[in-house]
């Protein structure tokens, strides 16, 4: 299994950067998409999860409103769109996947599958 981000890079405060996340070597329907973040010596914290079939969304709430999460179960890819960015947001990305149809699974423990991360900084 493998999980490949992509889309990080630097951007001035107020804009906008979309994030991907590119799955290969499992059935990506059939599993729960997460994206979370890091930031040096802090633990990793939850951004959001997908449903398996897209239908249900949730989002932490310090970036809901300013970040959609997607995605395309036909190309095998996540998406995290990110909008009104602030110095806040830098952080190191990771996409995440857990094998279940079901929902609300915002611990990082909870994921079995994860992304080498990309990193997303923001210039104020």
């Known amino acids: 299994v493998q999980l490949q981000a992509s889309g990080g890079g630097l951007v001035q405060a107020g804009g906008s950067l979309r994030l991907s996340c590119t799955a290969s070597?499992?059935?990506?329907?059939?599993?729960?998409m997460g994206w979370f973040r890091q930031v040096p010596g802090k633990e990793r914290e939850f951004v959001a999860q997908?449903?398996?079939?897209?239908?249900?969304?949730s989002y932490w709430s310090a970036v809901k409103d300013r970040f959609t999460i997607s995605r395309d179960n036909a190309k095998s890819t996540l998406y995290l769109q990110m909008n009104s960015l602030t110095s806040q947001d830098t952080a190191v990305y990771y996409c995440?996947?857990?094998?279940?149809?079901?929902?609300?699974?915002?611990?990082?423990?909870?994921?079995?599958?994860w992304g080498q991360g990309t990193l997303v900084t923001v210039s104020s």
């Open positions: 995440a996947a857990r094998g279940t149809k079901g929902w609300g699974y915002v611990q990082d423990w909870e994921y079995d599958y």
């Open positions: 070597g499992l059935t990506f329907s059939n599993y729960l």
């Open positions: 997908i449903r398996w079939n897209g239908d249900s969304a």
